[in-house]
């Protein structure tokens, strides 16, 4: 495992904090390096003439916004490599950038049997994959300053599952420790998955201009990540953004987090996928688009209970955007997911929130460990 700080050995502090800077928040200016470093203007261009001599950092033109533009400086992808894995019940997707975040790959695999139940299996088919993409783009683990690993379940601070009943078979052990040990690698990260798809969407997508939003993720369960003032917020122990547990009637059937009533009960994959007799949630997607009426009404039902519950969040956070992403067709649930939100959220909290699809689809996770591993959250 590569550690910035040891490729640039010999050199100042500063250059450290800025290549640091650099790596966190993507190509930059000299402005806001002098900025977001809170060092002087000498001081940051000795560090970035040092570290362009060290071939890490590179000066590009900048795009025209009005004026001249300015030059911005990127990390090559001598810095080193970030790496994203996304696991999902039915994928694994790694996505592979380099330190100035230039996307170098991103690929999925099907998963043969359910991620859910069978951890390790899962964890070894992503080892293999990381190993292969890697070597799809001619590096080498040596270089990987960072791996964000995300993983379908509430996750505590520590790396484990929040609720272990929401993933048993994952409940046992550490996924972080587990994919270390098999790619015999320090510096992974591990993080819920709706978690890294706001990250991601925030730093690269339908969140990028803006600060408080709350991107939801529907997929077989129901998860959701928070970003406040910039920030991905996990809450007290880690758990925040599980949406799909918010109770919608606290007589309802039982669910399997062991509440009742719960979002997911209603407007989850597994409810959707049973009620529709499709196969997966792609088939479903497809029936929607075809306008299959049952199909429609049922996705159109989950976007309303789905606005219901976020119109509770609406009145807490008063978020600038919503999110939706993990799942092909959310276009059919946005216009009934608004009304929902407008049954249970004050009007001015209505009126000022966007609701938008992801722009970052089916990538959204690996990229948010992608995102991790280059700590934009730091
Ligand atoms: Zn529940």
């Known amino acids: 495992m590569l550690d910035i700080s040891g490729t640039i050995v010999g050199m100042n502090v500063a250059a450290r904090r800025v290549a640091e800077v650099l790596r966190n928040r993507g190509p930059r200016t000299r402005a806001e390096l002098i900025m977001l470093t809170g060092l002087s203007?000498?001081?940051?261009?000795?560090?970035?003439?040092?570290?362009?001599?060290?071939?890490?950092?590179?000066?590009?033109?900048?795009?025209?916004?009005?004026?001249?533009?300015?030059?911005?400086f990127r990390l090559t992808r001598k810095a080193g490599i970030a790496v994203g894995v996304d696991i999902g019940r039915r994928h694994i997707r790694v996505a592979?950038?380099?330190?100035?975040?230039?996307?170098?790959?991103?690929?999925?695999?099907?998963?043969?049997?359910?991620?859910?139940?069978?951890?390790?299996?899962?964890?070894?088919?992503?080892?293999?994959?990381v190993t292969a993409v890697?070597?799809?783009?001619?590096?080498?683990?040596?270089?990987?300053?960072?791996?964000?690993?995300?993983?379908?379940?509430?996750?505590?601070?520590?790396?484990?599952?929040?609720s272990p009943e929401?993933?048993?078979?994952?409940?046992?052990?550490?996924?972080?420790?587990?994919?270390?040990?098999?790619?015999?690698?320090?510096?992974?990260?591990?993080?819920?998955?709706?978690?890294?798809?706001?990250?991601?969407?925030?730093?690269?997508?339908?969140?990028?201009?803006?600060?408080?939003?709350?991107?939801v993720k529907l997929?077989?369960?129901?998860?959701?990540?928070?970003?406040?003032?910039?920030?991905?917020?996990?809450?007290?122990?880690?758990?925040?953004?599980?949406?799909?547990?918010?109770?919608?009637?606290?007589?309802?059937?039982?669910?399997?987090?062991?509440?009742?009533?719960?979002?997911?009960?209603?407007a989850g994959g597994r409810v959707l996928l049973a009620q529709s007799g499709a196969r997966d949630l792609d088939e479903m997607a497809t029936l929607a688009a075809q306008g299959d009426p049952s199909c429609r009404r049922l996705l159109a039902d989950a976007g309303r209970y789905l606005g219901i519950a976020l119109g509770g969040m609406l009145n807490l956070l008063n978020p600038d955007r919503i999110i939706v992403g993990g799942f092909t067709a959310v276009d059919v649930l946005l216009e009934p997911l608004r009304l929902g939100l407008a049954e249970t959220a004050m009007a001015a909290a209505v009126e000022a929130v966007q609701v938008r699809p992801g722009h970052l689809g089916e990538s959204a996770g690996a990229l948010g460990g992608v995102a991790l591993a280059l700590g934009v959250d730091k």
């Open 41 to 72: 203007r000498p001081t940051v261009g000795g560090a970035l003439s040092s570290l362009a001599k060290a071939g890490i950092v590179v000066e590009e033109p900048g795009t025209p916004a009005g004026g001249r533009p300015a030059a911005v």
């Open 96 to 129: 592979v950038a380099d330190l100035g975040h230039t996307l170098l790959a991103d690929q999925a695999i099907r998963l043969d049997l359910d991620g859910d139940d069978h951890p390790h299996h899962a964890l070894d088919l992503a080892a293999a994959q």
């Open 134 to 162: 890697l070597t799809a783009v001619g590096a080498s683990l040596d270089e990987v300053a960072g791996i964000g690993l995300g993983i379908p379940a509430p996750l505590t601070r520590e790396g484990r599952i929040g």
């Open 166 to 215: 929401l993933l048993p078979a994952w409940a046992e052990l550490s996924a972080r420790d587990e994919l270390m040990k098999r790619l015999d690698t320090q510096g992974v990260r591990v993080e819920n998955d709706a978690n890294l798809a706001a990250l991601a969407e925030h730093t690269w997508g339908a969140g990028k201009d803006c600060d408080d939003l709350v991107y």
């Open 219 to 266: 997929a077989t369960g129901i998860g959701a990540g928070i970003v406040l003032a910039g920030r991905l917020y996990r809450g007290s122990v880690g758990t925040a953004g599980e949406l799909g547990h918010v109770t919608l009637d606290a007589r309802g059937p039982v669910c399997r987090c062991g509440n009742r009533g719960c979002v997911e009960l209603v």
